[in-house]
């Protein structure tokens, strides 16, 4: 799964700490999110989308792997 987190992030002049307090997880989460080494919970999706005011599926871009048969 693909994010804008880190470019909404990068647009509120925000660091990944600033970010990781106001939704109440680490840092690392931030990061792991950025890089792609972490999908997150449902209810954390919530949180992101609320907080920069808008869609989940406009910040969490999901991409259907394609099946070789």
Same mark, same amino acid.
């Given at each position: 799964?693909?994010? =804008?987190?880190? @470019?909404? /992030?990068? #647009? ?14 680490? *840092?690392?989460? &931030? $990061?792991?999110? @950025?890089?792609? *080494?972490?999908?997150?919970? +449902?209810? +954390?999706?919530?949180?992101?989308? /609320?907080?920069?005011?808008? #869609? &989940? #599926?406009?910040?969490?871009?999901? =991409? @259907? @792997? $394609? =099946?070789?048969?």
């Amino acid at each position: 799964m693909d994010n =804008k987190l880190e @470019e909404l /992030r990068k #647009e509120k002049g925000l660091s990944q700490e600033m970010l990781a307090a106001t939704l109440d997880v680490s *840092r690392q989460t &931030i $990061s792991s999110l @950025e890089n792609g *080494r972490y999908n997150p919970s +449902l209810l +954390l999706a919530f949180k992101i989308s /609320r907080y920069f005011g808008k #869609e &989940i #599926e406009s910040i969490f871009i999901y =991409k @259907e @792997e $394609s =099946k070789d048969d």
